[in-house]
């Protein structure tokens, strides 16, 4: 096969040995995701349903996700991201164990997974191997648009499995991380079950009232963190600016639109040029609240060895012309 040329699909060129096909096990997974993918829009069509013709929305409902929002999306870019994917900085054992729980409750997949799926996605950005690219099915407008979708949900279905003895053995290695991940299952229920069990007390024992903060702190607030993470890796290789150079065929950009709702993350250009770097918006005017959480961890004492940005290393990556 031909060498990747950075146009052509991913199946025209040559690419490192794919994981193990559709095997029992990947089927259950697949069938797993399928589950955590789907069941915040069944439940939400249900929900809607059910509250068809009432405007009314509880005022606490909508305080319990913004929270549980926050607290779960920031285990998944503080924890699942910038501290165990890249070693931004390094935390105790006690820490380490609250952020990948809150990152677990994001209902994205165990840890070990999710960190072993990204360091592949930075192996191989954009080219054969990496596991969501919006480049897999060409840059022609059609497959393109294949592409989006692909990088987007779609890949989440295929039987492409990340090796995790490959890409994650120091978390395999680590019995507190190990237990997280199994507890995945469990980290689930507990972050539906939340929302209901608040609701229901503050309602005064009404399952009227437990059932809407399910909906909205919930259903509404996975379905909402689910997409925002996911077009990290969609849009923000596709449409937005690239102040920095990054290796080739990477084509990472910043996306200021979702900086606020991925907490930073979308300014995913200077993250592809500086991975480790624990923040990620590092130009006026670029707001990182992950970097912010990272930074009131260190000054408690919470956190050490924090890699912030370095003049020199942005300079030495920053492409000529760019606006800061």
Do not use: K
Request: net charge positive; hydrophobic share 45%; aromatic share 10%.
């Amino acid at each position: 096969m031909p060498a990747y040329d950075g146009t052509q699909p991913f199946t025209a060129a040559a690419a490192p040995a794919e994981p193990a096909g559709w095997t029992t096990g990947r089927r259950v997974a697949v069938t797993v995701t399928g589950l955590i993918v789907g069941a915040p829009f069944a439940g939400l069509g249900l929900a809607l349903w059910l509250w068809w013709g009432s405007a009314v929305v509880r005022p606490a409902d909508l305080v319990l996700a913004s929270v549980l929002y926050v607290l779960t999306g920031l285990g998944v870019t503080v924890g699942f991201h910038r501290g165990l994917t890249h070693g931004g900085f390094r935390a105790g054992p006690v820490l380490r164990i609250a952020l990948a729980t809150a990152g677990s409750l994001s209902f994205q997949g165990d840890v070990i997974g999710w960190v072993a799926t990204h360091r592949r996605h930075h192996a191989f950005t954009d080219r054969p191997g990496d596991p969501h690219s919006p480049y897999r099915y060409g840059t022609g407008v059609s497959g393109q648009l294949h592409g989006l979708l692909d990088s987007h949900v779609g890949w989440l279905f295929r039987a492409d499995a990340t090796p995790v003895e490959r890409y994650a053995p120091d978390l395999l290695a680590d019995r507190g991380i190990r237990t997280v991940s199994r507890l995945f299952p469990v980290l689930c229920a507990v972050t539906l079950a939340l929302p209901f069990g608040i609701g229901y007390a503050l309602g005064g024992g009404a399952w009227q009232a437990g059932l809407s903060a399910l909906l909205w702190a919930g259903l509404i607030r996975i379905a909402l963190l689910h997409h925002v993470t996911w077009s990290v890796n969609s849009l923000c290789h596709v449409v937005g600016t690239r102040p920095f150079a990054t290796r080739r065929h990477d084509r990472a950009t910043n996306l200021w639109p979702l900086a606020l709702l991925s907490f930073g993350e979308s300014w995913h250009n200077l993250h592809h040029a500086d991975p480790t770097c624990a923040r990620h918006g590092v130009d006026r005017g670029q707001l990182d609240p992950s970097a912010a959480v990272i930074r009131l961890f260190e000054r408690l004492g919470w956190v050490q060895d924090v890699r912030w940005p370095a003049p020199d290393r942005l300079a030495a990556r920053r492409l000529t012309g760019a606006v800061r």
